[in-house]
C-alpha cells in the first residue's frame, strides 16, 4: 500500500491550512485533558456528596443542628446539589478548590506543597529502576536460552511476585530494626539516608516488569531482518546488541518507563505512608481518611493533570528518538 | 545426477502422494495431538502449587488448626512450631497459620470475583469497540483512555473509603475499575481477528456480524483471555492486601494478608514472623498465579505456532 | 584449510546439513557441490523448502550454530575454510570479501539508523578509510545505483524510502567493500515487476563492472535465465541438475528441472492443463485430477445467458479517507479505484493486471461489498448489485491471496468450507459434513480429511479448501484476488488447472486479479491494465500482452522476465 501514498493522485483538500493542521494535535490532547479533568472531578464531587455530609465533617460530630443549618448556609451547603455542583465548576476552572477542612489553608497550594517530594521519589525510583532494568535486560534478552541467564530470569520472575509495600517492611525489618543501619521512616530533605529505604522499595517493583519488557523487546528485535543484515555485514555481537537491537528495543520500553513514572505520582501512596514520606499519596490517605473535601479535590486534579503531562510528554519524547513516528507527524 | 531418479523414485513418488492428500493416519493424529505440548515442567509445578492453594482455600475450615479470629493471651509471641503454632501467634495470642489460611481464603474469593467481573465488563467492551467503527468505539476507547489516565490504586483507595468496608464493597471496587487490561487486550486481539481474511470471507458469505463474534472471534481471543485472567489474578492479590493494609479494604479484625501485615508493623523487633507469614502467604500466592499464567502463555505460544504459522 | 584454485570463489563439497530442535532432526542439505569462480553469477534454483537459503546463509555461517549441525562436507571461500572459523575471522569475512543482499528490503535495513550511518559502519569495519572518504565513496555507490538523489537517500530513514530504492540502498551496501562474492537471496522477489527488472540489471551491471562473483538464490527460473551463467537446481536438499543455464533450460535432463519447466505457465497454450510437478515424478498421471464425486452438484449451476454482461463495472470509483478534521471528519481522501469501467461475460474470465498499490484489490473489495463505492455502479446481471437480494449477491464470492489468513485456524475443514450454507439456515451436522466431502472431492482433496484443521495442510491444499468454500453456494462469479501468488510454481499450475477444469464443468467466470502477466496470459480472455486506479487498457488478452498500445502496458511487459526473452538476449 506504501506506493499508493506516493504515486496516486492525491485529493485536491490536502493542500489546506498547513498551519493549523500542525496544531491539530496539541489540541486534541487539550481537548483530551480538559475531558479527563472534567470527568475525574465531576465524578469525585457527586462520589463525596454520597460518602458524607460535608457540614458534619466540619461541624463535627457533636454539632447541634443549629450549628450543621449555620454552617450549611455560610458554605452554600443549603442549595440544591446541582447549583452547588455548577458553583464548584465554576471555582474549579479558577483553580479555587477551596480551604482544607483540617487546616484551613487552601487545598490547591496544600496539595502542591507536597508535589515536589513525591516527584523526588518517583524520580530517584524510576532512575534507579532504568539503570538496573536496561542493562539487565539487554544482557538477558540478548541470549535467553543461556542457563545462567535463564537462572536471572527465574530469580526475576520471583521478585516480580513480591509487591512493594511487602518489600518495604521487609527492608525495615532487615535494614532498619535489626541491623539499624537506615532509619525507618521520615523524610529529610538533605538526608539521602532517608531515601534509600524508599527509593529501593519502589525500585523492586518496577525493576522487574521493566527488565522483562526490555528483554523481550531485545530478543525479539534480534531476531528481526536488519540484525540478519547486520551480522552478514560482519558486525560484531557488541555491535548487534548495542547498535542494533537495544535502541530499537527501548523504543518500546520507553513506554513503559512513562507509565511507570505516572503511576507513582499517585500510587506509590502505600510506600509514602509506610515510610512517612510527606508527599502527595501520604496526603491522599490523610484526607480521605479525614474526608477533607477540598483537598481530595485539588489532590485528584492535580494527580490528573500531572499523570497526563507526564504521559503526554512520554509521547513526544517518543515521537522525538522513533524516526518513523518523526516524520510522519 | 542420474543417481538421484532411479533408487529415489519410489520415495518421491511417496513424498508427491503425501503433499496431495495426507492419509488420515491415526498414529500421525495422535503424534500431533495436543497431549505432547502440556508436559512442561514448569506448567506441572506451577499446577501443582496451584492446587494446593485451591485446596486451602476450599477446604481451608478442616486445615486449620486454631480459630483464626479466638487469641490465647496466655501464649502472645509464640515463635514459630512452638506451644502447637506451627508458623507462630501474634499479639494476641492468635494463631498465624490458622489466619493465614482465613486470609486466603478471602484473598482468593475477592480476587476471584473482582476478576470474573473484570473479565465481563473489559472482554464486553472490547468486542464492542473492534466490530465497527463508529459512536460506540469513540465513546468506549475514551472511556477506557479517561479510566486508565488516572492512577488505578488512587482510584481504588478514594473509592472503597467512600464506599465503605467489607467484601462487597471491596470486590465491587475492584470488579468496575481494574478492567482495562481485559479491554485493551480483547480490542487488539479482536481487531486483528476482524481484519482477517476468513472473517472477511464470512462477511461476504453473509454470515451475521453477531455469529462472526461468536464463532470466529471470541474462540480466537479465548487463548489470552485465559492469560490475562491468571496474570490479573495475581494483581487483585496484592491490590487487595493492599487496600487491607492500609486499613480501608477488609474490616479491621477480619483475619486478612493486608491486616496480618498491618498488625505486624508495631512488633517487628519481637515478632518478626508476624511479618514473614503473610508476607510468605502474598509472595507464594502471586507467585503461584504468575507461573500459571506464564504456563498458559507459552501453551498457547506453543499451540498458535502449529496452528497459526 | 582447504585451498581452492586461485579462480574459484566458493569451493562447497558434499556437504550436509540438519537442523536440531528439541530433538527432532531436520535434514536441509544432503550432500550438495557447488563452485563459484570469480566474476561468476551463478543462479541456485528452488521450491520452498528445498534448501536454497540455507545454502547461502551457511557460506557466511549466518545459521545459528547451536541449532544446526554438519555432519560431513567442507565451504571454502576464497580459500578460508569456513566451517572451522572463528566468529571474529568471520566477521571480517562477512560484509568484507563476500556480502549478502537479502529478500524483503522492508525489514532488512535497521529503522532508527539512517543510511549514511548504516553504509558508514559497514565501509569503516572493512576498509582503512578516513569517514570522510567513506562519505564520499558512499555517496558514489549511490549514485552507481542509478538514484537520482544520492544525498537525500543517504541521509533518509529506511522508511521513508520505497521498496525498490532500500534495495538499491543493500546493493551499494553490498558493493561497498569491493568484495569478491556477493550473495544474493531472492533479491527481488517482494518487489514489483517493473522495479525487479531494473533492480537486475543494476546488479548484473554492477557485478560485470567490479567483477565481483555473485550467487543469485531464486524460485524464478527466468530471472536465472536472464542473469546467470551457470545454474544449480535444487529439490529436497539435494541439486538435482547443474549446468550452462541454456542448457538446463532447453535441455533439462532431470525429472525435476523438466517438471519445473513445465509448470510454468509461460509459452504453453493458454488454457490448456499445466504439467505439474507431482504430476511428471508420478510418471505423468495426473495425481489431482477433479474427481467425479462432486457431479451431481452440477445442474445446481445455473446458466445466466450471454446476451447481456454478467457482470459490468460503469465508473466505478472507491475513496478512502486520508485526513480527518479535528471533530473526526474525513477532510481529504485517496482515490484508489477511479472510475473504472469492465465488463464480464458468462463463462469467462476478466484479469485485472497491475503492480502493488495500482487499486485492483480496493475494486475487489468494493464488489464483495468490504469497501463502499464513492460513486459508479456495479451491475450484476444487469441490475444494480445494490438492488440484488441476499442470495443472488451470494452468487459472488471470493478467493483471497494469502492461504494463512483465510481459513480460521481453530476451525475443521468442514465447517470451513460450509460456513455460507449455514447463513439463515440450520443445515445437519450430517448434510454439512457431507457435503463438506462433496467440495473436497471437488476441488481434488481427500474427502476424508475433512476433521483437519487448516495448519495440517500445505499452502496449495489450503487454497483449494478456500476455493471449496467459495464454490459451497454455487457462485456464478469468483473473484480470484492473487490465489497463486503465494504459491510454489509447482503448485500454482496445480491450482490453475483446478480453475480452469471447474470453469469448464460449471461454466463459472472468473474475476482473476493478479501481478503476474504470465498467469494472466494463460488464465484470461479479457484482461484490464490497471496503474494508479485507473484502467489504462483492457480488451481481449492476446490482444493486450501480445501488442501492447498504452506506454504503461508496454513498460511492465518489457519488465516481465521470460526464458524466451532471456535467450534471445544471450
Known sequence: MSSVAENAPTAKADQGDTLLSAAIPLLLQLRKLAWLLFAVSTLLFFLLRQAGDPALVLAGNDATPEQLTAIRAQYGLDRPLFIQYLSFLWNAIQLDFGKSLASAEPALAKVLDMLPRTLHLAGMAILLTASIAVPLGSWLGFKPENPERRAVSSVIFVMQGVPGFVTALILIQVFAVNLRLLPSLGYEPLDWRTWILPTCSLASFLVPSLTRVVAANVAEAMREDYIRTARANGASQMALLWRHAVPNALLGAAALIGTQFAALLGGSAIIETIYSWPGMGWLLLESIQTLDFPVLQAEVFVIAFMVFSVNALTDLVFRFLDPRLRTKG | MAEAQAPKGAAILQEAKDALVNPNNPVERLRRSRLKDITSLELIVAFTLFTALVILAVFGQWLQTHDPMQGDLMARFAPPGEKGYILGSDHLGRDLWSRAVAGLQWSMACALTANTINLFIGSTLGLIAAEKEGWARTIVRQFTDTLQSFPFLVAAIIVV??????????????????????MRVVYAEASSIFQR????????????????????????????????????????????????????????????????????????????????????????????????????????????????? | MTTGAPH???????????????????????????????????????ESGSGKSVTALNILRLLPRGKTKIPHGSVSVLGHDVLNMSEKELQQL??????????????????????????????????????????????????????????????????????????????????SCQPKLILADEPTTALDVTVQAQI????????????????????????????????????????????????????????????????????????SRLETVAATMIEGKAAEAVSTVGMHSVQKFERFGRATPLFEAVNATVRYPKKYSFFGRPIAFQTAVDAVNVTLHEGQTLAIVGESGCGKTSFANSIVGLVPLASGELRYKGKNLAEHDEATRREIQIVFQDPQSSLDPRWPVWRIMTEPLTVGKSPSRKELRDTASELCAMVGLDPFAIDRLPHEFSGGQRQRIAIGRALSVHPRLLLLDEPTSALDVSVQAQILNLLLDLQDKFHLSYLFISHNVAVVKHIADHVAVMYMGKVVESGEADQVLTRPNHAYTRTLMDAVPTLERAFVAA
Request: aromatic share 6%; glycine share 8%.
Open chain 2, 161 to 182: 473509603v467512600i464506599v465503605g468496608h467489607g467484601f462487597l464493597p471491596l470486590v465491587l471496587t475492584l470488579g468496575f475499575l481494574a478492567w482495562v487490561v481485559f
Open chain 2, 197 to 309: 481474511d476468513y472473517v472477511k470471507a464470512a462477511r461476504i458469505a453473509g454470515v451475521s456480524r453477531l455469529s462472526i463474534m461468536f464463532q470466529h472471534v471470541l474462540p480466537g481471543v479465548r487463548a489470552s483471555l485465559f492469560v490475562v485472567f491468571a496474570f490479573h489474578f495475581a494483581g487483585l492479590l496484592i491490590a487487595e492486601s493492599a487496600l487491607s493494609f492500609l486499613g480501608i479494604g477488609a474490616p479491621l479484625g477480619v483475619p486478612t494478608w493486608g491486616n496480618m501485615l498491618a498488625e505486624s508493623r508495631q512488633y517487628l523487633l519481637k515478632a518478626p514472623w508476624m511479618l514473614m507469614v503473610p508476607a510468605g502467604a502474598i509472595v507464594l500466592a502471586v507467585i503461584t498465579t504468575n507461573l500459571v499464567g506464564d504456563g498458559i502463555a507459552g501453551l498457547s505460544r506453543k499451540r498458535g505456532r502449529s496452528i497459526d504459522v
Open chain 3, 8 to 46: 574459484t570463489v566458493v569451493r562447497i563439497e558434499n556437504l550436509a546439513l540438519s537442523f536440531v530442535s528439541q530433538g527432532d532432526i531436520v535434514d536441509a542439505l544432503k550432500g550438495i557441490s557447488i563452485d563459484i569462480g570469480a566474476g561468476e553469477i551463478v543462479g541456485v534454483v528452488g
Open chain 3, 94 to 175: 562477512r560484509g568484507g570479501e563476500v556480502s549478502m543482499i537479502f529478500q524483503e528490503p522492508m525489514t532488512a535495513l535497521n529503522p532508527v539508523l539512517q543510511v549514511r550511518e548504516q553504509m558508514l559502519d559497514v565501509i569503516l569495519r572493512h576498509r582503512k578509510i578516513t569517514p570522510s572518504e567513506a562519505e564520499k565513496l558512499s555517496l558514489d555507490l549511490l549514485a552507481d545505483m542509478k538514484i537520482q538523489d544520492p544525498a537525500r537517500v543517504y541521509n533518509s530513514y529506511p522508511h521513508e524510502l520505497s521498496g525498490g530504492m532500500r534495495q538499491r540502498v543493500m546493493i551499494a551496501m553490498a558493493f
Open chain 3, 200 to 271: 537486475l540489471n543494476l546488479l548484473k551491471e554492477r557485478a560485470r563492472a567490479t567483477g565481483t562473483a555473485v550467487l543469485l538464490i531464486t524460485h524464478d527460473l527466468a530471472v536465472v535465465a536472464q542473469l546467470c551463467n551457470r545454474v544449480y537446481v535444487m529439490y529436497k536438499g539435494k541439486i538435482v541438475e547443474q549446468g550452462p543455464t541454456r542448457d538446463v533450460i532447453s535441455k533439462p535432463q532431470h525429472a525435476y528441472t523438466r517438471a519445473l519447466l513445465n509448470a510454468l505457465p509461460e509459452g504453453k497454450k493458454p488454457k
